[in-house]
């Protein structure tokens, strides 16, 4: 079993900085990616960033230029820089883990959520 855990979630003023982290931990084969996707209330979950098996990164239009993620110091870490911060920001941000089953399938583990709220 893989638990998933975030941090660093709090309320920020319109073009602050915030940083979030993520811990994938338990029985992990392999992760293919790790990343960061966002709910605000009465929209879907969408992307914000993430790291593919291969390294490259992928970010949400919305965020490109202005957000960041990298690679934890430890395995199975990885964070997401937040600059330039607007409304249109506030969300829950969740953390997903996409990682290999032993029956060889891939499985999302994601973790519980922290809030990021832009306002004045």
């Known amino acids: 079993q893989v638990q998933v855990v975030e941090s660093g979630g709090g309320l920020v003023q319109p073009g602050g900085s915030l940083r979030l982290s993520c811990a994938a931990s338990?029985?992990?084969?392999?992760?293919?990616?790790m990343g960061w996707y966002r709910q605000a209330p009465g929209k879907e979950r969408d992307l914000v960033a993430t790291?593919?098996?291969?390294?490259?990164?992928n970010y949400g239009d919305s965020v490109k230029g202005r957000f960041t993620i990298s690679r934890g110091y430890a395995k199975n870490t990885v964070d997401l820089q937040m600059s330039g911060l607007k409304p249109e920001d506030t969300a829950v941000y969740y953390c997903?883990?996409?990682?290999?089953?032993?029956?060889?399938?891939?499985?999302?583990?994601w973790g519980q959520g922290t809030q990021v709220t832009v306002a004045s």
């Open positions: 790291f593919t098996s291969g390294g490259s990164t």
């Open positions: 997903n883990a996409r990682h290999t089953l032993p029956s060889r399938t891939l499985f999302d583990s």
């Open positions: 338990g029985t992990i084969l392999s992760i293919n990616n």
